[in-house]
């Protein structure tokens, strides 16, 4: 009797001793004694500290409530926001903006009155902000709660309201920064998953990131956000997360777990995150008793910029040259249709300004190549060193000469993309009768039965055996084995494109290929890559949140990456080098499996 009694307090010492240990840092042993001893569940017995609470001599701010209404991105919805000023507020110099979801939370008022007065963050005006109410016309009908479609979803729809509506309100009344590095936005279970959606669609605008017991399930698709972090290329985040053992578990999944998994893709593509684990349940004791920690990493070495992709172990940053990213080539040019690419490497474009064609040389300088007088879309180089393009108006095909003169190639036929192999084969997509149709500009056009609805894309692998073709409102792209004659056969849905949930993540324009066989792919994620085995293994960031229309590589040694996108054309340096299709076919290496 005496040995057991002994055993039960030795084990009780363990307990208290090593259990608060072992769930700070230690995410996967700290589940693993959470599955296996109930004795440990959520003891949640966190204070607030001396930081939360009022100190004597600390200035302290004001607290304003305001109404938001009119809202053309969330129509109907009215809510309250509130705005925290410092009394060290001066109009003359822009605040640093703090931006909480759900109001006025974490002590948020007293923790950055003190903070601030000890110089321990910069003075920040804070805007608390809760989550619209649809209200109904009648006492029979509910107000619709807007909270999970504001606050779940990913896209930029929330980031949106905030950049373009609210906070414009808010600048009207106080002055604080412009700048990203300088705006911090936080929140608590669905609102935490909204304030990192928020700076992951908006670098720009918000770098520094509070995740508390965040709501990363299949709600709204929040499942899929590890995932896209592991591929996409690293954004200047800093991410400070929370979650504790005794957290949710349910049909959207298991919060503790899916926190964890957030801090390992962040860490593995090289974010600037930490995270604490606790043992609390799904509430907001251990969020506020940490919150003046939570400021102090955030704003750490302010205003020395957040970093991004510092020791990523992502397979795409062996393809970008550190410290380079996209420059703008074409400033005016908002109007250009696909892109195309000579032997020298020179980029072509057409303009709608204008009705001319321009080439880009290898000194950025633009030139013009021949005035036209009809729109033209779809360019490509041929074999024969001509610029084929597509003009739609009179149903038909021009080839232009180095003079810039132009002759006719096929009639009948309107596409806006061409891709043209080393023999001579044409192959027109995006045709206003949705089908495929192939040329050779010798004799009749014919159509290609590929069992699709629409093909909108082609572009030959860098063997030329296959054609790869896009087609919109799919998140796939197919791989066919082409025969001599140019037909298709053995079609798959080669490419899985990577899906944010949202919006319909499809091929927004041309496709390019490199040496090796990977295929990059302009969506509105960003620029997919995929292995030659249909995988996509990362995602390039667009310039500056542009939408994409294509891509094709071009300079002198085939590795600057050009995008055509809706504010002008961009151009980055990858450690890849393109392929012509127009060229002699080239044998890729054999893939890893």
């Known amino acids: 009797m005496k040995s057991c009694i002994m055993r039960r307090a030795f084990k009780k010492r363990l307990n208290k001793l090593f259990w608060p240990r072992l769930t700070v840092g230690w995410p996967g042993l700290a589940l693993l004694l959470f599955v296996a001893s109930p004795r440990l569940f959520a003891a949640d017995d966190y204070v607030l500290g001396p930081d939360s609470r009022p100190r004597e001599g600390a200035p302290k701010g004001e607290v304003t409530k305001y109404t938001f209404e009119g809202s053309k991105i969330f129509p109907g919805t009215k809510r309250n926001y509130w705005i925290y000023v410092p009394q060290e507020y001066n109009a003359a110099q822009p605040a640093c903006l703090l931006v909480v979801q759900d109001g006025v939370i974490y002590n948020t008022p007293t923790v950055l009155d003190n903070l601030i007065a000890r110089h321990e963050m910069p003075v920040t005006i804070a805007v608390f902000v809760a989550p619209g109410i649809v209200a109904s016309s009648s006492t029979n009908i509910i107000d619709r709660l807007n909270r999970s479609y504001e606050y779940d979803g990913l896209g930029d729809r929330y980031v949106r309201f905030l950049t373009e509506e609210l906070l414009p309100v808010v600048q009207q009344k106080y002055h604080f920064s412009a700048s990203g590095n300088d705006h911090a936005i936080a929140g608590t279970s669905s609102g935490a998953i909204c304030a990192f959606n928020a700076a992951w669609e908006r670098p720009d605008y918000f770098t520094r990131v509070f995740s508390a017991i965040g709501s990363y399930g299949s709600l709204r698709g929040g499942d899929t956000l590890a995932g896209l972090i592991r591929k996409t290329e690293p954004k200047p985040i800093r991410v400070f997360i929370q979650d504790g053992s005794g957290d949710a578990r349910g049909e959207f999944g298991d919060w503790p777990k899916l926190n964890a998994g957030m801090a390992a893709a962040l860490q593995f593509a090289g974010y600037e995150v930490t995270n604490v684990w606790g043992d609390g349940a799904h509430t907001m004791k251990h969020a506020d008793s940490l919150f003046p920690d939570v400021m102090r990493y955030l704003w750490k070495d302010y205003p020395t910029p957040v970093a991004a992709g510092r020791g990523s172990s992502q397979p795409l940053v062996n393809l970008l040259p550190a410290g380079e990213s996209w420059e703008r080539v074409a400033v005016n040019q908002t109007n250009a249709s696909s892109l195309a690419v000579d032997a020298a490497g020179l980029v072509y474009f057409y303009s709608s300004n204008d009705a001319c064609i321009y080439r880009v040389g290898l000194e950025d300088k633009i030139d013009r190549v021949a005035k036209c007088k009809s729109n033209l879309t779809g360019l490509a180089f041929g074999p024969d060193h001509r610029l084929y393009a597509s003009d739609p108006q009179k149903n038909r095909i021009l080839a232009f000469d180095s003079e810039g003169h132009q002759s006719v190639v096929a009639h009948g036929l309107a596409c806006n993309s061409l891709s043209i192999s080393h023999g001579g084969l044409i192959y027109a997509a995006g045709s206003p009768d949705h089908k495929l149709w192939l040329t050779d500009g010798r004799r009749e056009k014919r159509t290609i039965d590929c069992a699709l609805k629409g093909p909108c894309d082609v572009a030959f692998t860098p063997d030329q055996g296959s054609l790869l073709v896009a087609e919109p409102g799919e998140h796939f792209v197919y791989l066919f084995e082409v025969e001599p004659d140019g037909t298709l056969r053995n079609g798959e849905n080669w490419v899985h494109l990577q899906l ?94």
């Not at 996108?565 to 080098?577: E, N, Q, S, W």
């Open 500 to 593: 944010d949930d949202i919006s319909a993540t499809t091929v927004c324009g041309q496709m390019a290929v490199d040496t090796l066989g990977r295929i990059y792919i302009p969506t509105l994620l960003g620029i997919q890559l995929s292995d030659p085995l249909g995988r996509i293994r990362g995602i390039i960031t667009q310039p500056a949140g542009d939408k994409l229309r294509g891509v094709v590589f071009g300079g002198a040694a085939f590795d600057m990456l050009y995008a055509n996108c809706d504010h002008g054309i961009f151009r980055r340096r990858l450690k890849a080098h393109g392929v012509l299709s127009a060229a002699a076919p080239i044998k890729p290496p054999i893939p890893q499996l």
